[in-house]
């Protein structure tokens, strides 16, 4: 067990421990034992390690079992058998996707961990081409083998996360969202359907044709209503090129002015996201390996100097034979910027080599031992009419150098996301995602730099609340159930009620920690 688990996780760890020995179980109907359940693929007992661990780095909780699915009949048996033991028992079941959870999201304590990954890669996915291209893949299919598979038909899906090393099935349990939100919206915006596994063990299809109630559900579910083992996509033709353009400010104000009109433009750039650098010298120098400065002079003269800059990023996407007309449009956009003239830093890459850039910096990462580590990462929402008082407080005061990792900041369009999903944001017609990505490498005897970023965090989180900033977390942690229904505000009731419609035993994801399994049969 690990001392990072708050007061309440130990408090149910501890539970769970004391319930398996004293638990009061009248009559169970079927017998517990998962061991008797006939499976294509197969549960197992022994090496569970793997599936308490996430990308966060710092929950762990050991499942009973891990089940590698054969078959969406597998999940259905499985979640089915844990449903029919009805309250008596303590299992329960969650979804692991890529595992890239930040606090054990995707860990079920003495439960089943369903290893998605085993249920794509049989040549489940198929793209459909035609007016309204799609493809259908496996929940637990990798984004990147999505695209790479669409990229062989021309094809490929209109919205992203940064990282594509992710699974269908852990985003749209989230939302995905990147630089091309502003205009397609999330990637829950972008999909025509879902085949789902309910808490009850049924194999439902869903869209806003069929089943509507639990396709919303589903999407930006948090994993409480079902487990995605389908969904369909929708595709576009797929750029073969991509410009990719960085400039700096060091005003916030024409900063966020900047990025706002750009995303309101009917014609603008394919990509538009943004990032806070405090307090970093040498900074163009990292820079100068993968992008051309417009003015190499100039530009290596151009000092960061401690002071605070902000990077506005976009892309333009491009066939080779548009490419002097891009330029242009390129230009003509770029002109009516009011960024540092020096700092104009362009570069051409192919479309995947773009989508998939973070990739890169993880293999470095992982070559020096970097990435396996603590990540204590705080995303968050922010009403656009409060962008500047959070700025003006976070950006130099709470946060003195941005040493930890980047700092996303970049406006997205409320009228992109559909309302009767799950996702939560604010309540305004414009929002930015700030993201803080730390990673705070650091030994047993030493974890200063992890408590010093929780204890940003948490800084950050107060003053949030203190100053009524209206934010909502993105991939949201809350440790109390006021804190929940606070996240939720007015869709508590409709979340409460999915809950009890499609996984009324609260078997699924219990790793989100918003619902608690019954550990002993409900008096009468
Ligand atoms: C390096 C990095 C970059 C990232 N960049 C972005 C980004 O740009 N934009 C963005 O939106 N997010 C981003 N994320 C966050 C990412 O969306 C989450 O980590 C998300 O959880 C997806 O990861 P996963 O597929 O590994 O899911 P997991 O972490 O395995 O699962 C996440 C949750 O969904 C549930 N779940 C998993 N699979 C299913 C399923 N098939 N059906 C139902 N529930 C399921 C799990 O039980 C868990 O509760 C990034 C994460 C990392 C590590
Ligand atoms: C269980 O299934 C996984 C995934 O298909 C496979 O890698 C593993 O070898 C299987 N284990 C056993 C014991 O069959
Ligand atoms: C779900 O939809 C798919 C494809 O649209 C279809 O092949 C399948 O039979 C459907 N399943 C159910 C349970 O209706
Ligand atoms: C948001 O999107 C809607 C729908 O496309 C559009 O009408 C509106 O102008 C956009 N708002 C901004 C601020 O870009
Ligand atoms: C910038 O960082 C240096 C050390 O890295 C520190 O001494 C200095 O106070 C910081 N400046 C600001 C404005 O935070
Ligand atoms: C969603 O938005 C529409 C249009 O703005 C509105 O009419 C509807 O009441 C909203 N629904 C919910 C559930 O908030």
Redesign the pocket.
Known sequence: MHCFLTQRNVALVVFLVLGSVTMHVSDPVVPSSLDTLRLRGNLSFGDVSLAARDFGNRYQLLPAAVLHPGSVSDIAATVRHVYRLGQGSRLTVAARGHGHSLQGQAQAAGGVVVHMESLGGGGRMIVHGGERPYVDASGGELWINVLQECLRHGLAPKSWTDYLHLTIGGTLSNAGISGQA??HGPQISNVHQLEIVTGKGEVLNCSNEENADLFHAALGGLGQFGIITRARIALEPAPKMVKWIRVLYSDFTSFTEDQ?ML???KETFDYIEGFVIINRTGLLNNWRSSFNPQDPAQASQFDSDGRILFCLEMTKNFNQDEADDINTQVEALLSKLRYIPSTLFQSEVSYLEFLDRVHVSEVKLRSKGLWEVPHPWLNLFIPRSRIKDFAKEVFGKILTDSSNGPILLY?L????WDNRTSAVIPDE??FYLVAFLSSTPSTASDRSSLDRALKQNERVLEFCKKAGIGMKQYLPYHATREDWKAHFGESWERFARRKEAYDPLAILAPGQRIFHKAAVRASS
């Open positions: 502003f205009r706002e995303i309101s433009m406006p369009n409320r009228s992109k017609e414009m």
